[in-house]
C-alpha cells in the first residue's frame, strides 16, 4: 500500500497520524511537490485525476481525501473500532466533526492563509472573520468534553489536531478558545506521531516565507 503525500501538508499529516496510531506501515511513501507541479504529470493523474495529495494506493484501489483514507484505514486495518467506532450514533457524530472540519474549520483557513501564502496577496478581513467563527463553534463542541466527538477518542481529534497544529503554526491566536486550547494540549499528549506532525507545520511554516 502507496500514500503520496507532502510532509507540510495538514491533510497528508493526518492520514500520516491515523497510520501511526493504528500502526499500518506504507509499503512505499512518495512525496509530491505541489509546488513544482509534480501532481500533473500522467502517471499521478492516472491513479488521482483531480490530482489531490494525500492518495492512498491499496494494490490497484485509489482513494484521496485525507478525511476518507483516514476512515478506509480504521476500516480495513484497524485491529478494533475504536477510532471509528460501528456504533451508528457515535459514527455519525466523529462524520459531522470530519465534514465540519472539511468544510469549515480548514476551508477558513485555506480561505484566509492560502491567498497571502501562496500568491502574496493581503490578508481579507471579511476571511479572518470566518475563522474566528469557525473556532467558536469548535470551541462551543468542547464545552464540558475531553474529546472533540463524543465521550472517545476518535478520527475527528486526528483530523482537528491536524488543522488546529497549523493554524498554530501560522500564528493564529486560538489560545483565547480556552476549550480549544485545552483540548489542543491534550491531544497532542495522546497522539501518536504528533513529533512528525509538528515536523511537518514546520515544513509548512517555510512556504510563508517563500
Ligand atoms: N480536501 C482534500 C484537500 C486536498 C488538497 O487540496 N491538497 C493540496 C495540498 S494540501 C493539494 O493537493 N494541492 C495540489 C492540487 O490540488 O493540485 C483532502 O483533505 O485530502
Known amino acids: 500500500m502507496d500514500l503520496y503525500y507532502r510532509p507540510g501538508s495538514a491533510p497528508c499529516r493526518s492520514v500520516l497520524m491515523t497510520a501511526k496510531a493504528l500502526g499500518v506501515e506504507f509499503d512505499k511513501k512518495t ?12 502517471e499521478y493523474l492516472k491513479i488521482n485525476p483531480q490530482h489531490t495529495i494525500p492518495t492512498l494506493h491499496d494494490h490497484g484501489f485509489a482513494l484521496w481525501e ?74 462551543t463542541f468542547l464545552e464540558g468534553q475531553t474529546y472533540s466527538a463524543g465521550e472517545d477518542y476518535s478520527l475527528a481529534d486526528i483530523a482537528f489536531l491536524a488543522s488546529v497544529s497549523t493554524f498554530d503554526v501560522a500564528g493564529f491566536d486560538f489560545k483565547r478558545y480556552a476549550n480549544v486550547a485545552r483540548w489542543y494540549e491534550h491531544a497532542k499528549k495522546l497522539t501518536p506521531g504528533w513529533e512528525d506532525n509538528w515536523a511537518g507545520c514546520q515544513e509548512f511554516r517555510k512556504y510563508f516565507d517563500n
Open 31 to 42: 512525496i509530491i511537490n505541489t509546488r513544482a507541479g509534480e501532481q500533473f504529470t500522467p
Open 66 to 139: 485525507s478525511r476518507a483514507i483516514m476512515v478506509y484505514l480504521v476500516e480495513k486495518y484497524g485491529k478494533d473500532d475504536k477510532l471509528f467506532p460501528k456504533d451508528v450514533q457515535k459514527q455519525a457524530l466523529i462524520n459531522q466533526r470530519l465534514y465540519f472540519d472539511m468544510g469549515t474549520l480548514y476551508k477558513s483557513f485555506s480561505e484566509y492563509y492560502y491567498p497571502q501564502i501562496f500568491l502574496k496577496k493581503p490578508a481579507n478581513e471579511e476571511s479572518y472573520k470566518k475563522i474566528e467563527v469557525a473556532f467558536e463553534f469548535l470551541n
